[in-house]
């Protein structure tokens, strides 16, 4: 059962999970606003709400048809769903994709899950609550309070935009669903690619265990059934399974062959009789280093990667269509970036997919910002413990993905070195440790940009915002001598421990401030009115000159395993991206592919 095409967002929200019954429960709901967050005492929960919204669109977004963008303390949902009589012998899971910030729901009075963050997902197991054929009557609570940590990501700290920081979310911003399953059931898979041993090994992860019971996994290419295998599902909570690619039918996951194999997998009673079932899909490909490179199926590829904020004008954080994903890595491999650093935000995971499909190279990171206490110096950054909490929740979810090449749990955490261990030094190292125990297969920055506080973290990197080209090539000199360039503020300001030789690439740079319509007005250099990076271009000549010299100074240096360039659109007042906010062309794109695919940056990769 899938959902009708009027519903907004209408597509599988889980493509590397997928079962065959499921159903969508994006569209209208009751909505109402608690600027107070006192809707609780005020009786929200037993009533019918005043207003209603378009899920899965926030309500400061157009698309949701509220349109309020100032500060919400909290805000409350309601919708009474009948659960399909078909699916009766079955218990119900009801999934978010993600609720911005802590959520509490509620299924006919009674209370089902609670979630703390903003970017990752969670399941309510209704079993016992509401049945099939019953109906199930759905309020959330979702608050999310102005003061105290919290990991925003880019949504401005201040009631309007500012600077890099952009309009708010409040409250569900990905589809909600509900799906069927027997008492004891699949979860999702943990595929791992074996490149070397070309083979995949699978960890299929159990609700619980019967007498009997099997798992089973084929993999499938155009060609039909690659490997299959079975293993008990009676003994551990994760049976494993291993399936080994024949060298005629093996085929390397690349850019330039983004080829997936299908993945089948099933749960059988001691009968044989088939409980579950859930289609995968996984890519053959292997990431390591090798000195200074970031390796892909063991040969070095340079990586140019684009910045993308994943923000959009009329649904924020929240794509308008699944067109709309496609589009963003259609244009950004148009413009001669093989991938991206996926920035401040957990993307859904139908980005992914379509990176997975498309072969394009991305870095997940974790939307960290929001600990901070003032300032951009000093002790100021405080993350909390469900910081870690939320980041595993986000590597358990995207794990299985061969597109992602590598992990960034913090960005530019800015504290200076001195003696005392902090709050975010202990932050810092969980969230590495948390990253290399989940994941062994993929190398990993503790922190992009700044504070380098894990000295065995596997990348080492640098902003930079430097405009001028020759400026730049000498501030970037030093990695020939293993001095790579380290951001601080003021002279003898250290941020990070030191270099010990690790791959290393600028993260970020660029951003030049090009705002076509606004170079044209006396309010052109007016940063309230635009903002960017440097002084304003005086015309596209001078950016596509500006551009040709800063990406030619990292693909010249033979210790540079990549770069990343801010940024693919602008967003909002932030005009720096490569396309216009809405996507359009806003620059000559053959000419910022060609400096990309100069002789040089070929011989890189």
């Known amino acids: 059962m899938s959902s009708h095409s009027a519903v907004p967002r209408p597509e599988y929200p889980r493509p590397q999970f997928a079962r065959t019954d499921w159903l969508n429960l994006n569209g209208t709901w009751q909505f109402e606003l ?80 609670r979630h703390r963050g903003g970017f ?13 054929g019953e109906d199930a009557v759905i309020t959330v609570r979702a608050r999310d309070p102005k003061a105290g940590p919290q990991a925003r990501g880019k949504q401005a700290v201040k009631y309007a935009n500012h600077d890099c920081n952009y309009t708010r979310v409040t409250g569900i911003w990905q589809t909600v669903w509900l799906e069927p399953v027997a008492d004891v059931h699949l979860r999702r898979p943990r595929i791992t690619p074996d490149l070397a041993g070309s083979a995949f090994h699978l960890e299929l992860p159990l609700s619980g265990n019967r007498a009997g019971h099997r798992v089973t996994a084929v993999l499938t290419d155009a060609e039909g059934e690659v490997a299959c295998a079975s293993a008990r599902a009676d003994l551990d909570l994760a049976p494993r399974l291993h399936l080994p690619v024949p060298e005629e039918r093996r085929r390397e996951w690349s850019p330039e062959d983004p080829h997936l194999y299908g993945l089948r997998l099933t749960l059988t009673d001691a009968e044989g009789r088939e409980l579950d079932a859930a289609d995968s ?53 148009e413009a001669g970036f093989n991938g991206a650093r996926l920035h401040q935000k957990v993307f859904e995971e139908r980005f992914l997919y379509h990176a997975d499909r498309l072969g394009y190279l991305v870095w997940g990171e974790f939307g960290d910002w929001g600990s ?17 909490g939320q980041w595993l929740e986000a590597l358990e979810r995207d794990y ?49 940009g700044y504070a380098h506080r894990v000295a ?6 640098s902003h930079s915002y430097e405009q001028d080209p020759e400026a730049f090539r000498a501030q970037m000199a030093g990695l020939a001598e293993d001095r790579p360039y380290a951001n601080g503020y003021g002279d003898g300001d250290a941020y990070s421990l030191p270099y010990r030789g690790q791959p290393y690439f600028v993260s970020e740079f660029g951003g030049i401030w090009w705002d076509p319509a606004a170079a044209a007005t006396a309010a052109g250099d007016d940063r309230t009115v635009s903002w960017g990076y440097g002084d304003r271009p005086r015309d596209e000549e001078e950016f596509h000159d500006r551009f040709e010299g800063l990406t030619g100074a990292l693909l010249a240096d033979p210790g540079m395993f990549g770069y990343c360039y801010t940024q693919l659109t602008d967003v909002f007042q932030e005009q720096n991206g490569v396309y216009r906010f809405d996507r359009s062309t806003k620059l000559d794109v053959a000419r910022v592919r060609a400096a990309q695919l100069r002789p040089a940056a070929i011989e890189r990769c």
């Open 34 to 113: 608690d600027r107070g967050d006192s809707g609780l005492e005020r009786g929200l929960l037993g009533r019918e709400l005043t207003g209603e919204i378009l899920v899965p669109f926030p309500p400061e977004s157009e698309l949701s048809g509220v349109g309020e963008t100032d500060f919400l303390e909290a805000v409350w949902y309601r919708r009474t769903v009948t659960l399909p009589a078909a699916w009766a012998g079955r218990r119900v899971l009801l999934h978010f994709g993600a609720v911005d910030y802590d959520t509490t729901v509620w299924v006919n009075g009674t209370e089902v899950v």
């Open 120 to 132: 990752t997902p969670f399941t309510a197991d209704l079993d016992g609550v509401a049945a099939p």
């Open 281 to 333: 899909y996984a890519g053959l490909r292997a990431v390591g280093i090798r000195g200074k490179a970031v390796t892909l199926n063991g040969r070095a590829a340079f990586q140019r990667l684009v910045l993308d904020q994943g923000w959009y004008p009329d649904g924020l954080m929240t794509a308008p269509t699944d067109e709309a994903l496609v589009r963003d890595i259609e244009l950004a491999m």
């Open 372 to 388: 901070g206490t003032g300032g951009l110096s000093g002790d100021n950054q405080q993350p909390d413990a469900s910081y870690t």
């Open 400 to 448: 299985s993905h061969p597109s992602i090449i590598g992990w960034c749990p913090l960005n530019e955490t800015y504290q200076k070195l001195h003696d005392r261990i902090t709050q975010l030094d202990a932050v810092t190292r969980a969230m590495f440790l948390a990253t290399k125990a989940m994941d062994t297969t993929r190398p990993v920055v503790d922190a992009s």
């Open 456 to 461: 065995e973290t596997d990348i080492y990197d």
